[in-house]
């Protein structure tokens, strides 16, 4: 069988979804514009007949036909028929001569898994991880240009650090700021008047919750973000960041440096100094220290301890918020 085995899977399932996409429409402009030659499976709806027919079934008024099976490793049923599907992907050589099959994992797959293992030696096999904060900043330039819009290098960043890595919230407010400016460049300022902060804001509450002895809350706001799919190491990333600022602007300031002289000398954004300065009263430098070496210990057993990454966050919380 002569099959052309596409697998996207990871942890941003915006940038995989827009993959996914740019494939169907090149289909249907290039082989099937009336759609009839398109399937998608999607989920719970899954079944080893569907499955079957769909990559058996002839094209229509074509010799190609497009099938796009999404998430079939969130399925309950999977296990009692996942080794069908080997089995036919073990039988398949990889061409464009036939079908295109995608398969579409919305987040990330264990990677012990079989079918997971016989996929990722597909030659399109892609983990869409999230991106770091340079490339997020670099993916917002990018949209904001597809928009026909404009940014500052400043605004990009600002919005990248407010919004998160959350690129379905990010493309909605690309949307809205290049509405917003139309034919002008989008600048800090329009950052600060129109986006809402997301994970930076939700950091921001995590810190304010530990100041203000309140563990229970910073304990919520970091499940919120687990559950929403937030990446722990990225999280923690911006927690150790958050830190990190606070430790620093605590010595510069104690110097006698105005929040403008140290928003030059550390190349922190205002906006950032403006709200991180009224907790520094609340820490002395040696409290900042401490907390900061626990945040570079939970980093290390994130990755080197076979826990749950929640379990390790609430420790951290109940051993470094501060005591009545």
């Given at each position: 069988m002569y099959q052309m085995i596409f697998f996207f899977y990871g942890t941003d399932s915006y940038r995989s979804y827009q993959k996914v996409k740019q494939l169907r429409d090149k289909f249907a402009q290039e082989v099937d514009q009336a759609g009839l030659n398109i399937t998608i499976l999607d989920g719970e709806n899954i079944t080893l007949e569907k499955f079957n027919n769909a990559v058996t079934q002839p094209g229509f008024l074509s010799a190609k036909r497009l099938i796009i099976i999404?998430?079939?490793?969130?399925?309950?049923?999977?296990?009692?028929?996942?080794?069908?599907?080997?089995?036919?992907?073990?039988?398949?050589?990889?061409?464009?001569?036939?079908?295109?099959?995608i398969f579409w994992q919305e987040d990330l797959p264990d990677k012990d898994d079989a079918l997971f293992k016989r996929l990722q030696n597909f030659k399109y096999a892609q983990n869409f991880e999230l991106l770091d904060i340079n490339k997020l900043v670099m993916w917002v330039e990018q949209e904001v240009g597809l928009r026909q819009g404009q940014i500052t290098k400043p605004a990009a960043r600002l919005l990248a650090v407010n919004v998160g890595n959350d690129l379905w919230r990010l493309a909605g407010e690309i949307d809205k700021l290049v509405a917003y400016k139309k034919d002008q460049s989008i600048i800090e300022a329009d950052i600060e008047q129109m986006i809402d902060g997301g994970l930076e804001e939700n950091i921001f509450q995590f810190t304010d919750a530990l100041m203000n002895n309140n563990p229970v809350q910073a304990i919520k706001l970091l499940q919120d973000q687990l559950s929403l799919g937030q990446n722990e190491q990225y999280l923690l990333s911006m927690i150790l960041r958050q830190y990190r600022l606070l430790w620093q602007m605590k010595i510069l300031l104690a110097q006698g440096l105005s929040q403008q002289q140290l928003a030059q000398q550390t190349k922190i954004h205002p906006f950032v100094i403006r709200k991180l300065t009224p907790a520094l009263a609340k820490y002395q430098v040696s409290d900042l220290q401490k907390i900061y070496q626990k945040l570079i210990d939970l980093d290390y057993q994130l990755k080197s301890l076979p826990l749950k990454p929640e379990l390790f966050f609430d420790l951290f919380i109940i051993k470094t918020h501060p005591s009545k």
């Open positions: 999404k998430n079939i490793f969130s399925l309950a049923s999977i296990n009692s028929w996942k080794e069908d599907v080997i089995t036919y992907l073990n039988k398949v050589t990889d061409s464009s001569e036939e079908n295109y099959i």
